[in-house]
Each structure stands twice: as structure tokens, then as C-alpha cells.
């Protein structure tokens, strides 16, 4: 479960970036990132027991949906056929707002620029001791000036306001977690003749949650795979602020899920 960012205070923890970072936990259930999240952020979570029927639902086709592997395609239209069968109101909405993301950090990210502020110092005494695509994605934030960081900034909450406008009418948003099952480390492991095919599927794997991340949203992957397939994530998402939402709705898609 990724909560809203700033739920949960991030003193103490490393910073990948100081925008973006969120201080959450891995659980079996829904139920346990429930409690979880109660202690971390110090609150208590609204609990509902509406039926799934009664969750307005939305499933966004631009960008979360384009370049699906195989396995995952199957194991999302399964997942959203058997959310409908048990009831849910499910819709499909475009959002093209998401294909701005790109434009947007054409002269650096958010990540980059924080990274390489706190690594600076680091990369000038053990720039050896850092995993190569690592550094080279933190040493990108070199080269963003202050002018077009803060003018990233700017864009972002400008961006976040149109995006928060498309689903305000929804109670929660389904996508595919990430949009390929794991690839193959020897098609992937470091080396420069490796290097296009990794950066490639780490592209696919970060997509997804990356839209939520600058949303500065929240949300639960769920798995929705079957015994026999490659694991495969349900992300449940919202907007700022619908932490109480999607944890509620999220419950009652893996009490059926877990029926599979």
C-alpha cells in the first residue's frame, strides 16, 4: 500500500526524492495495510462495509494499458471480468493527461535532481562503488537547472489538478500494476550490450506507478494472478487524500480475488 505522501513523516529514512518519497509497508492482506498504515501515519482509517457493488470504478485505457505483455493482459481482463460478474460498476475512461508526463520531464525528473543533490557529495569520493545504471540515472539530475526544477514543480501541481478533475467521480481506479512480468536476468544483467533491453523493461515496470507517484496519490497492488502464472498486480489507486477509499474498496476486491 502506497498512502498519500504525506501521511507518514519520512525523518530518518534516504532520500530518492524529497518530492515524491513515500514511507509505507508490504503486507499479506489488506486487512494488515490497514493496521500498518494506522500506526505509521498515526490515524485511524474510515472502514466501510459496502459491497463491491456499491464502489464506482474506473479503468483509465490511455498509457496504463498500452504495451502489455501477454500474461499480464490476460490476468487484468480476467480480473476485471470477475469484478464485474460479482457486481461492480466498472467503467472505462480515457485519461490523456497521462501522455503529458513525458513532455513535462524532458529537461529532468523530480527523482533525478533530488538524488543527485543528496548523492553529490557521495559520488565525489566512491562514484566507483555505485551500480553504473544506477549513477547514470542520479547524475542526469547534473545537467537540470534551478529554473527548469522549479519550473517542473509548477507543472506538476498544475498537472495534478486537471488529473484530480478526470476521476474525482470515482471512488477508486484500476490499472495493471506494472505491465510486464519479470524479464529474464540474463536478458537484463549489467553489461553495456544489455544495457537498451534493461532500461527498456525497467521503462514498462515503473510506468504504471510511476503516473500515481507524481499524482502524488495512493494505492494497493493486489495480486490477481492465478496458481501457474507469473505474479501479477491489481493496482487500486486514487488521488490525494482517498487513502480510506481505495484501502476499503481494496478489501473487498481480495476477498474475491482470494475466492480464485
Same mark, same amino acid.
Given at each position: 500500500?502506497?498512502c ?19 514511507a $509505507? ?34 479503468? &483509465? ?24 460478474q ?16 513525458? &513532455? ?20 565525489a ?11 547514470s ?7 537540470m ?17 486537471r ?12 490499472? &495493471? ?40 496519490? $495512493?494505492?494497493?497492488?493486489?495480486? $490477481? ?5 507469473? &505474479? ?13 477509499a ?15
Open positions: 500500500f502506497k498519500t505522501a504525506r501521511l507518514v513523516p519520512t525523518t530518518g529514512a534516504v532520500p530518492l526524492s524529497t518530492t515524491l518519497d513515500t $509505507c509497508a508490504m503486507t499479506r492482506s489488506v486487512r494488515d495495510a490497514t493496521v500498518v498504515h494506522e500506526v505509521l501515519a498515526a490515524r485511524r482509517i474510515t472502514r466501510s462495509s459496502a459491497p463491491l457493488s456499491a464502489w464506482r470504478l474506473a479503468v &483509465p485505457t490511455h498509457t496504463f494499458l498500452d504495451g502489455l505483455d501477454g500474461t499480464v493482459s490476460t490476468a487484468f481482463q480476467r480480473t476485471l471480468d470477475l469484478l464485474r460479482a457486481g461492480a460498476q466498472i467503467e472505462s475512461i480515457d485519461l490523456p493527461e497521462t501522455g503529458e508526463l513525458g &513532455p513535462m520531464q524532458a529537461q529532468g525528473s523530480l527523482a533525478a535532481a533530488e538524488s543527485y543533490a543528496w548523492h553529490r557529495p557521495v559520488l569520493r566512491h562514484a566507483e562503488q555505485y551500480d553504473l545504471r544506477v549513477r540515472r542520479i547524475e542526469r539530475g547534473a545537467a537547472s534551478a529554473a527548469d526544477y522549479i519550473h517542473l514543480q509548477h507543472a506538476r501541481q498544475a498537472w495534478i489538478s488529473m484530480e478533475a478526470r476521476v474525482a467521480g470515482f471512488d477508486a481506479l484500476l490499472s &495493471p500494476t506494472v505491465a510486464i512480468v519479470p524479464p529474464l536476468l540474463s536478458d537484463v544483467a549489467p553489461g553495456e550490450a544489455r544495457d537498451a533491453a534493461f532500461f527498456q523493461a525497467n521503462a514498462l515496470v515503473l510506468r504504471n506507478t510511476s503516473v500515481v507517484n507524481m499524482l502524488d496519490g $495512493c494505492a494497493l497492488s493486489l495480486p $490477481c494472478h492465478v496458481q501457474g502464472e507469473l &505474479p501479477v498486480g491489481l493496482m487500486v489507486w486514487h488521488a490525494a487524500g482517498h487513502d480510506d481505495v484501502l476499503n474498496a481494496g478489501q473487498r476486491i481480495e476477498e474475491l480475488l482470494q475466492k480464485q
